[in-house]
């Protein structure tokens, strides 16, 4: 049963974080007036290499198949969200392999709630390295959110290891979530994509080799392709771009974003290859709680 302290703790950082939220909110609407433009034009190097290093280990031929692209994407701003209902359903498929640490899929799939009071979920992630707070937007990727809180509601995340972290010009991220610490592990249950992938139109092609802007501070969840999303995320401690494969559920806390710097600047072993490997200082999650 956590103490007084903590309890006033984690009233202090709850109420942080909505203050922080709706100073986001704030800065976002007055982005959206010049969200249609584009942002410029990059090299295909950097969408094909975010491919590659989110799906290496988890499903090399679908990495194969990314890196023959020969299409120049844009890069573009997350575009806006769709309105949801206010309450959705979700699927949680069984997935070919078992979980790899006792847990079992969402009992709640239905009825999930996108609007009001819980729109927005705080939690705080205790890592070796420091404290994590992080703000899941239910709004925009409610499925993605359910399943998050459930694993770590049965402690899934506990004792896991941050198994990647890349460094190239167009990727910066921290990838967690893997019980093994391969990139090969997950909860034996898989679902599908949502925000920003739900907002492309499926008849466009262009629209869906168009990178993406994945924000510092962003938390994505990885995947090896479509519907195969399961407990490993990434955390953009760097601005990167990617196509929109990757769902986007939340952010990390404004004043969290120093754990993630030390982190960085600790580098990689470079065991995947220049600028990607495991951190040089190992990253533990001890613990995920839901504030």
Same mark, same amino acid.
């Given at each position: 049963?956590?103490?007084?302290?903590?309890?006033?703790?984690?009233?202090?950082?709850?109420? =942080?974080?909505?203050?922080?939220?709706? %100073?986001?909110?704030?800065?976002?609407?007055?982005?959206?007036?010049?969200?249609?433009?584009?942002?410029?034009?990059?090299?295909?190097?950097?969408?094909?290499?975010?491919?590659?290093?989110?799906?290496?280990? +988890? +499903?090399?031929?679908?990495?194969?198949?990314?890196?023959?692209?020969?299409?120049? !994407?844009?890069?573009?701003?997350? !575009? %806006?969200?769709?309105?949801?209902?206010?309450?959705?359903?979700?699927?949680?498929? +069984?997935?070919?392999?078992?979980? +790899?640490?006792?847990?079992?899929?969402?009992?709640?799939? =239905?009825?999930?709630?996108?609007?009001?009071?819980?729109?927005?979920?705080?939690?705080?992630?205790?890592?070796? @390295?420091? !404290?994590?707070?992080?703000?899941?937007?239910?709004? =925009?990727?409610?499925?993605?959110?359910?399943?998050?809180?459930?694993?770590?509601?049965?402690?899934?995340?506990?004792?896991?290891?941050?198994?990647?972290?890349?460094?190239?010009?167009?990727?910066?991220?921290?990838?967690?979530?893997?019980?093994?610490?391969?990139?090969?592990?997950?909860?034996?249950?898989?679902?599908?994509?949502?925000?920003?992938?739900?907002?492309?139109?499926?008849?466009?092609?262009?629209?869906?080799?168009?990178?993406?802007?994945?924000?510092?501070?962003?938390?994505?969840?990885?995947?090896?392709?479509?519907?195969?999303?399961?407990? @490993?995320?990434?955390?953009?401690?760097?601005?990167?771009?990617?196509?929109?494969?990757?769902?986007?559920?939340?952010?990390?806390?404004?004043?969290?974003?120093?754990?993630?710097?030390?982190?960085?600047?600790?580098?990689?072993?470079?065991?995947?290859?220049?600028?990607?490997?495991?951190?040089? =200082?190992?990253?533990?999650?001890?613990?995920?709680?839901?504030?």
């Amino acid at each position: 049963m956590p103490s007084n302290e903590q309890r006033r703790a984690a009233a202090k950082r709850k109420l =942080e974080r909505q203050l922080a939220n709706r %100073a986001e909110r704030a800065r976002r609407r007055k982005q959206l007036t010049i969200a249609g433009s584009v942002l410029g034009v990059i090299v295909v190097v950097a969408a094909v290499t975010g491919v590659y290093f989110l799906t290496r280990g +988890d +499903d090399k031929a679908e990495a194969k198949d990314a890196t023959q692209s020969s299409s120049t !994407p844009s890069v573009a701003a997350a !575009p %806006a969200a769709k309105a949801k209902p206010a309450q959705v359903n979700c699927v949680y498929k +069984d997935s070919e392999k078992p979980a +790899d640490k006792p847990v079992t899929k969402p009992t709640k799939a =239905e009825g999930i709630p996108t609007t009001g009071a819980d729109a927005k979920v705080s939690v705080s992630m205790e890592t070796s @390295q420091g !404290p994590i707070g992080l703000t899941l937007n239910n709004a =925009e990727s409610p499925c993605t959110v359910n399943s998050f809180v459930s694993l770590a509601a049965q402690k899934f995340f506990d004792g896991t290891s941050c198994h990647r972290m890349t460094a190239s010009e167009g990727l910066k991220v921290l990838q967690c979530g893997d019980p093994t610490g391969t990139g090969m592990g997950g909860p034996g249950y898989a679902f599908d994509n949502e925000y920003p992938t739900d907002q492309i139109d499926p008849n466009d092609p262009k629209s869906a080799q168009t990178a993406i802007a994945y924000k510092r501070g962003v938390l994505a969840m990885a995947n090896a392709g479509p519907g195969t999303n399961g407990s @490993q995320f990434f955390i953009v401690y760097g601005d990167s771009q990617l196509p929109p494969n990757y769902t986007i559920f939340g952010n990390v806390d404004e004043n969290s974003l120093g754990t993630l710097d030390k982190i960085a600047k600790g580098g990689q072993d470079d065991s995947n290859g220049p600028g990607d490997g495991k951190p040089k =200082e190992p990253v533990t999650i001890q613990s995920v709680r839901i504030d």
